[in-house]
């Protein structure tokens, strides 16, 4: 069997849809098990940032920037298939257990964040960076203006102002972020295994 | 050129929209079920502890095993700056030393009479009693809820409501505890407060935090004696949580609507901290069972049911 060749020509998928399972040859499939960690990449990458976000830094404000968020967002636009709202949802959950807010404030806002990522996609199509930009940043000011009410429905009314601090840092780590997603995405997107399809 | 593209399967595209469609309303729904979620925390906030204990219990040891090597590498550029300012650090230590030892001969003799007087008047103190002492392993320095872990838990004694300390003062209090893991509430979490007194003036009161870098001073009763910029906020020992005498923070603004406390320790340092048992930890009054006015038959209690309580054998409701 000849080796998988690698895709050089800039393909947006991290990985390929397989082949019927009918029609697989046996070194297929067992090529197909062992690329499925593939669709995990993006809930991964996330977790890992949220993970990052625990960094036992000496701030006296809340200035760390919200990696969980902006890497769910980044993925909602890199691979939007990948990044579905309910596993926004899955990990938003994850990070209210981290951090110590009641269960659903930000499972909420990160699916909420996704839709808004999916619809903006719809709408304005290709964009530049620069675009990108400015539109995480509204999305990342409205999950500010969001936390408050949310908190308060949960029973623990806060004040949210602090998290200003947070939205700047954010803004401002974002192209990183961004970038950091993107060159996960390109290598993954150069050793996507290559179906024959029978 | 007129031009337009080829038409697509009128399949193909209602494929589309049904998809679009489901995809919709999951969404829909994941959203409605995060406000579920949301009323129920409202509720019940003890709702996830359990996992809330888990996810913990699998983060804070990663953390504190990652931030080893970083504590070693600053520990090694401390002790190369120590080097290097040793000699003024040591002039400026002795004639601390000095002033240090002449309020301690004063002190002295006030303990005596302080030890004598208790014994006279037979006062019974609780000791503090230190569980662990340990590094702060994680700490949510990126959401609205100001919260730290140690990679110390239920294994080692940790229980709820703990006092936790540092070199320099208070940290905060333990809230849920794992395994392996404990959660403590800073003392700048908007939902900390903490029972302070002033200690030149007297006066009682809570500190609370409030999400910024210093604490509000709240609630102020005793004698109207106006704070002054640099007074010191130690614990006064009420709630029976936190040991009287721990220093809280310094007054910075002393307005009269509400004095502003900067925190003496902070929180996320790097330092030590020791987690205290309570000092006067609430006894626990709820009932064990149901009050029945009947007594429990013979049959039930042989089955495990608890023995009868009378209402009338309850203290009275307060």
Not at chain 1, 25 to 54: D, F, K, Q
Not at chain 2, 99 to 123: F, H, I, P, S, Y
Not at chain 2, 153 to 176: H, Q, S, Y
Request: glycine letters at 10%; charged letters at 15%; hydrophobic letters at 50%.
């Amino acid at each position: 069997m000849p080796k998988p060749r690698r895709n050089d020509a800039v393909s947006p998928v991290i990985a390929t849809p397989p082949p019927p399972a009918l029609l697989m040859t046996p070194a297929e499939r067992r090529r197909w098990l062992l690329s499925t960690w593939r669709y995990a990449v993006p809930a991964l990458a996330s977790m890992m940032l949220l993970v990052l976000m625990l960094a036992p830094l000496p701030l006296s404000v809340p200035a760390m920037p919200h990696l969980a968020l902006m890497g769910v967002l980044v993925w909602a636009m890199l691979q939007p298939a990948l990044m579905p709202p309910w596993l926004a949802f899955c990990i938003g959950a994850l990070a209210d257990l981290l951090f110590g807010v009641p269960l659903g404030v930000n499972a909420t806002l990160f699916a909420i964040a996704t839709g808004v990522m999916r619809l903006s996609g719809r709408l304005f199509g290709r964009h530049g960076s620069g675009f990108d930009w400015l539109l995480v940043a509204a999305v990342l000011f409205g999950f500010l203006l969001l936390t408050g009410p949310l908190m308060a429905l949960a029973g623990r009314p806060t004040p949210v102002l602090p998290l200003l601090w947070q939205w700047l840092t954010s803004v401002m780590a974002w192209p990183l972020v961004a970038r950091g997603c993107a060159a996960v995405q390109r290598r993954l997107a150069a050793t996507a295994p290559l179906w024959r399809h029978g | 050129m007129d031009w337009t593209p080829a038409p697509r399967r009128p399949t193909a595209i209602r494929r589309e929209q049904n998809l679009a469609l489901v995809s919709a309303v999951i969404s829909g729904g994941v959203i409605a079920a995060g406000l579920i979620l949301l009323l129920v925390a409202r509720v019940n906030p003890e709702t996830a502890d359990g996992v809330r204990a888990a996810a913990t219990d699998i983060v804070a040891p990663v953390w504190s095993v990652v931030r080893a090597p970083i504590d070693g590498a600053a520990k090694l550029g401390g002790e190369f700056s120590d080097y290097f300012g040793a000699v003024s650090r040591a002039e400026q230590l002795e004639a601390e030393l000095d002033k240090a030892n002449a309020r301690l001969r004063a002190a002295r003799t006030g303990q005596r009479e302080l030890q004598q007087l208790k014994r006279l008047m037979a006062v019974r103190e609780p000791t503090r009693t230190v569980v662990a002492t340990t590094r702060i392993a994680a700490a949510t320095a990126g959401s609205v809820a100001r919260t730290a872990m140690l990679a110390v838990g239920g294994g080692d004694g940790i229980t709820r409501d703990m006092p936790v300390i540092g070199a320099e003062g208070l940290v905060g209090r333990t809230l849920e505890v794992g395994r392996f893991s404990a959660r403590v509430l800073l003392i700048t979490d908007p939902l900390s407060r903490v029972p302070v007194i002033v200690e030149r003036t007297g006066q009682a009161g809570l500190a609370t935090g409030r999400n910024l870098p210093t604490l509000l001073l709240a609630d102020r009763i005793g004698p109207d004696v106006p704070l002054v910029v640099g007074d010191r906020i130690v614990t006064s020992g009420d709630g029976g949580v936190y040991p009287p005498g721990v220093p809280v923070g310094v007054v910075v603004d002393p307005r009269s609507d509400g004095p502003i406390i900067r925190p003496a320790a902070s929180p996320l340092g790097g330092g030590f901290v020791t987690v205290e048992k309570a000092w006067l930890p609430i006894p626990d009054t709820s009932p064990k069972g149901p009050v029945f006015d009947a007594p429990v038959p013979v049959e039930a209690r042989t089955r495990g049911a608890p023995p009868p309580r009378l209402r009338d054998a309850e203290a009275p409701a307060q």
